[in-house]
């Protein structure tokens, strides 16, 4: 890209825009032809959920994702990447992380955000704790397999 | 002093989200530091009794077992993450 944008990070207990966080990405310029955003929200688990509670661990939890802002900048050819993580109480329908990434063209953007989602869920400092609705305590929710395995498909190339 | 630091349920299995501990000097790597702590009391060897499990870091970044603690200031342990 002509221009060289720094990934923006934060983690917050605030919600977010993600509108505006995307617009952002593309005010003032003419060089993006592609934006994509994801958004992950909290579900209610067929009702039985009432909120997620986010632990991260400050300090860490930003450098892990500097990081893997970093590899996504090095992979493709990002004109700006955004990534805001939630902690605190997040209650079903509610937002609790975003990933914009823009680029050239949509290939990149597409991937790169893929690709910062499947670190994030596997090396970024963060726990959900599950509080149900009928008042009790869902425990932790429990790392999944298949998640680790997403990380296999980005070690061929490079 | 070390600073040892805990997230999840090791932090809520062990009873406190971190302390200063003095290590003795044996203690050379996270699979060492892992097995002292064990010996520390019920609660630690709860919160630690599937070893393999848990996730460390060093000074904020990840590590595995056979890693030297190498003067580390701050240890983490964790299970693991569940972000996203």
């Known amino acids: 890209m002509s221009e060289h944008?720094?990934?923006?990070?934060?983690?917050q207990k605030e919600d977010f825009d993600a509108a505006?966080?995307?617009e952002r990405l593309t005010r003032g310029r003419r060089d993006v032809g592609a934006v994509v955003t994801f958004i992950g929200l909290?579900?209610?688990?067929?009702?039985?959920?009432a909120a997620l509670e986010l632990e991260h661990y400050p300090g860490m939890a930003e450098a892990e994702i500097s990081r893997i802002a970093a590899e996504a900048m090095a992979r493709w050819p990002l004109g700006g990447l955004t990534i805001i993580h939630r902690h605190g109480?997040?209650?079903?329908?509610?937002?609790?992380?975003?990933v914009v990434a823009a680029s050239?063209?949509?290939?990149a953007a597409f991937e790169a955000a893929s690709f910062v989602m499947?670190?994030?869920?596997?090396?970024a400092p963060f726990w959900k704790k599950q509080h149900l609705t009928d008042g009790t305590n869902g425990g932790w929710v429990e790392a999944k397999e298949s998640d680790a395995e997403m990380l296999g498909r980005w070690t061929r190339e490079n | 002093m070390t600073k040892l630091v805990y997230f999840a349920w090791v932090r809520e299995r062990i009873g406190v989200p971190e302390e200063e501990v003095a290590l003795p000097p044996e203690i050379e790597t996270v699979h060492d530091l892992l097995r002292w702590l064990k010996g520390r009391g019920e609660e630690y060897a709860f919160a630690l009794a599937h070893e393999d499990v848990i996730r460390v870091a060093l000074d904020r970044e990840h590590t595995?077992?056979?890693?030297?603690l190498a003067g580390a200031r701050e240890v983490a342990l964790f299970p693991p993450m569940t972000g996203g």
């Open chain 1, 104 to 107: 050239r063209h949509r290939h």
């Open chain 1, 118 to 123: 499947d670190f994030l869920k596997t090396e």
């Open chain 1, 20 to 22: 505006r966080e995307a």
């Open chain 1, 5 to 11: 944008v720094p990934p923006s990070i934060r983690i």
């Open chain 1, 89 to 98: 109480m997040v209650r079903p329908g509610e937002n609790i992380v975003l």
């Open chain 1, 42 to 49: 909290c579900r209610d688990e067929h009702g039985t959920l």
């Open chain 2, 64 to 68: 595995d077992h056979d890693a030297k």
